[in-house]
């Protein structure tokens, strides 16, 4: 697509239960970004991957939140035991290899938690 | 630790008059900067950004942002405001190349009233 897409666009779980958000970044992005928005507040940093790697994950809150890239391009955010804390936007965004890249993330409009 | 400070929470102009957003960031070097859009419902867009040379940088929507070091600022200014610039506004900055993760200030919700 011509932009970054993400699924689903809303979701409503109930406490406990396991959720995944897909994102699929712009093509030949390699640098792939989940970012959380919460009411209010501005993007909160989550993890990165150059590649399938996890390149920087410091921004998970904790170990019931993973995200795996198997193949270099779409991207899942899993959230386990899902709490009502963890309603947000999260949002994905993605952004080109360049040599000395200083250019702009690209974000979709985001997959919207609610968690009852 | 850095971070990105947008000191006001919301703003309201009028339309036709002048705006004026303020972002402070806590970096030892100069980062680099950007300032986004988001609208309701839809993703956040780039508007502009800095990363040297002229600290008056020109952005899309008739935007531009000026870059103070001695003032650690990079406030983002319109000399019209239009209607459909009513969004929230956000500020933020990397503090290296590459693909280092973007840090956001909280944003800055625009009201435009008639």
């Known amino acids: 697509g011509a932009g970054v897409s993400q699924t689903p666009s809303n979701k409503v779980t109930e406490k406990g239960k396991y959720v995944e958000l897909r994102c699929d970044p712009i093509?030949?992005?390699?640098?792939l970004y989940w970012y959380r928005q919460s009411l209010g507040q501005g993007p909160e940093f989550l993890i990165y991957f150059q590649g399938t790697g996890a390149a920087d994950d410091s921004g998970l809150p904790n170990d019931r939140f993973f995200a795996v890239r198997p193949e270099g391009s779409v991207s899942t955010l899993k959230i386990q035991r899902t709490e009502r804390g963890d309603s947000a936007v999260y949002l994905c965004a993605s952004s080109p290899i360049k040599g000395t890249n200083t250019g702009e993330l690209f974000f979709g409009e985001g997959s919207r938690l609610t968690v009852l | 630790a850095q971070s990105v400070t947008q000191p006001d929470i919301h703003i309201t102009v009028s339309e036709g008059a002048s705006l004026e957003l303020r972002c402070n960031y806590s970096?030892?070097?100069?980062?680099?900067l950007f300032w986004y859009v988001q609208s309701p419902g839809q993703g956040l867009q780039l508007l502009l950004k800095y990363f040297s040379g002229d600290t008056l940088v020109q952005g899309i929507k008739g935007f531009e942002a000026e870059f103070k070091r001695s003032q650690s600022s990079f406030n983002l200014r319109k000399p019209s405001v239009h209607w459909s610039d009513a969004a929230e506004y956000f500020c933020a900055f990397r503090w290296g190349s590459g693909n280092t993760p973007l840090v956001f200030g909280k944003g800055t919700r625009l009201s435009v009233i008639a």
């Open positions: 093509s030949g992005h390699t640098a």
């Open positions: 970096y030892g070097a100069t980062p680099y």
